[in-house]
């Protein structure tokens, strides 16, 4: 099931990156970032109402806590860096550039997390690394 919802990510990211682009045509990147922020955490926390989970908050310990707002920091700082090169570049090299965040994303589970790869994950991630940059280097 992990595959079908990563797969819909991806498609939702591919949506988001084109409407992003197309919103931040004459809007200052930060300005459309935030007012996605809004509808994110509307819809967020409108789910886990929704959903029942609102009581499990005050379950959360400490050092979840700091895990969860340290990555919450980051994808704001993520979410700026990515709206502000959509700003200035084109969608599709934007977004395949992005997408060496796998490379680091291994490099970064395999150090932390004490995660494990085979020759097949290296290949691949270098394959797709490879890839992004060959887009995002194209002339137009």
Known sequence: MWILFS???????????????AGIKNVDSSLAFAIQSVLILIVSWGVVIGQGNLPEVARIERRVWIYLIVAGIVTCLSSLLSFRALKLGDAARVASLDKVSLVFSILLAVVFLKEKVNWQVLAGAALMAIGAIVIAMSRE
């Open 7 to 21: 797969i819909l990510a991806a498609v939702a990211t591919a949506i988001v990156v084109t409407l992003s682009k």
